[in-house]
């Protein structure tokens, strides 16, 4: 896939442990010629924790993309009117985000994108990142797994002794994962043993 033609929306929630994974990858589609714009949730955007410090973090993304963020619902909410996204990916999304995204809940930034996204029949790349995947957001993954235009990073369970329900996205199956959804395909397998 040619990225250096691609127009693509990140938006990225609050699993803030694989915050060095995402970060990896986007800086790998950046290098590769992508036109990435970031969309940081209001937890993203505030929440420090012992993985990232939030305003070093959300610096350290702008400047991969070489632009801004959205950082406001009112500044997602052209993504639709202007297509402004050939793609969009949200890594990682949390069950909370996969919960609102199934009940068409637009409370922060990257859910407004996404809504606006798909009203352009334009692909929405998901990588799971959720304690409860195979508990009370396996319904939710289910939904989202028969929607149109939605397609999923690979998944598989991160620790399956310690915390049974939890899984999280192959963070590496990013890049692949959009040019299958481009294609209009999705990447297979999609439950992997990988993390």
Known sequence: ?????CKI??????SFCTFGRVKNE??????????????????T?????????????????????????MKTIAQAE???????????????????TLAKLC??????PVLMAAKAHLRNERPLVISVSTNDALGINFKNIGYLMNMKNVYFVPFGQDD???????????????PDAVEAAL???QLQPVISNKK
């Open 1 to 5: 896939m040619k990225f250096n033609e």
């Open 9 to 14: 929306g990140f938006g990225i929630t609050g």
């Open 26 to 43: 986007l800086e790998k589609m950046a290098e590769a010629g992508a036109d990435i714009t970031p969309v940081f949730s209001f937890n």
């Open 45 to 69: 955007q505030i929440t420090n924790t012992r993985f990232a410090d939030a305003g070093k973090f959300v610096n350290e993304i702008e400047k991969i993309c070489g632009k801004a963020g």
């Open 78 to 96: 052209p993504v639709g009117p202007k297509a402004l996204f050939d793609v969009m990916v949200i890594a990682p999304c949390t069950g909370n």
């Open 103 to 108: 009940a068409g809940i637009t409370d922060s």
């Open 160 to 174: 399956p002794v310690k915390k049974p329900k939890s899984m999280i996205g192959d963070m590496s199956k990013i």
């Open 183 to 185: 294609e209009g395909r």
